[in-house]
């Protein structure tokens, strides 16, 4: 069974730092892989989608890696801005089986 | 372009009420997925349709029962509701497996 890890829970980063999500799973079988962001009391904004043939996925600041291998995926923001803040989180995708999510990581971009 | 839309953003019900939560997409995708989220505990699979005509139970079914009446529509229903389903119900589509996923806006749901 395909579990999804996100750690830390919490961030807190002063803006424009450069900063780096986590997000590790445990069965490598994965078809891909993909990150979103919620903001509070609303549905989920799809970010970046990792095919497992991918080994990264770029949108503006945003910079997606999977690396199947060791199990894990990054998500690095790049010049960190408020508007930034928000919980990001990650799915995992074994085909057939519905995405599989971490619990989220809460980013806060202190201005 | 609308994408995924849920009905309604909020209800509340009372220990042993029934309702429908409703999703209806205008992708033409073939996959479409609920799933509860809950304070420590992320999102979890309640049902999802791989293609119209099929329905398969994920993580969390007890409790829900569910019906893709078409290509576009997925709804849920609870049939007797109770205080553990307080939560916030999302919506989800996507074309095929390994295809990218959107969200609708949720439901908020609070049982008394």
């Known amino acids: 069974k395909q579990e999804v890890t996100q750690i830390p829970a919490a961030l807190s980063v002063p803006e424009g730092e450069n900063l780096v999500l986590n997000c590790s799973f445990t069965d490598s079988a994965i078809y891909n892989l993909q990150w979103f962001r919620q903001d509070p009391g609303k549905g989920l904004t799809s970010l970046l989608l990792i095919q497992s043939s991918q080994r990264e996925q770029t949108s503006g600041r945003l910079n997606a890696s999977l690396d199947k291998s060791s199990g894990r995926s990054t998500l690095y923001i790049a010049a960190s801005q408020p508007g930034d803040s928000a919980t990001y989180l990650c799915a995992a995708d074994s085909g057939n089986t519905p995405l599989v999510f971490g619990k989220g990581t809460r980013l806060s971009v202190i201005a | 372009n609308a994408g995924v839309t849920q009905t309604p953003k909020f209800q509340v019900l009372k220990t042993g009420q029934s309702m429908t939560l409703q999703c209806a997409q205008d992708?033409?995708?073939?996959?479409m997925y609920w799933y509860r989220q809950d304070p420590g505990m992320g999102l979890r699979l309640i049902y999802y349709s791989a293609s119209e005509g099929t329905t398969d139970k994920g993580e969390v079914p007890n409790g829900y029962n569910v019906s893709r009446l078409n290509k576009r529509e997925f709804s849920l229903r609870l049939e007797s509701a109770a205080p553990s389903q307080t939560s916030v119900y999302f919506c989800a589509s996507r074309a095929l497996p390994n295809t990218e996923a959107f969200f609708g806006q949720g439901t908020r749901l609070t049982v008394v």
């Open positions: 992708m033409n995708h073939n996959s």
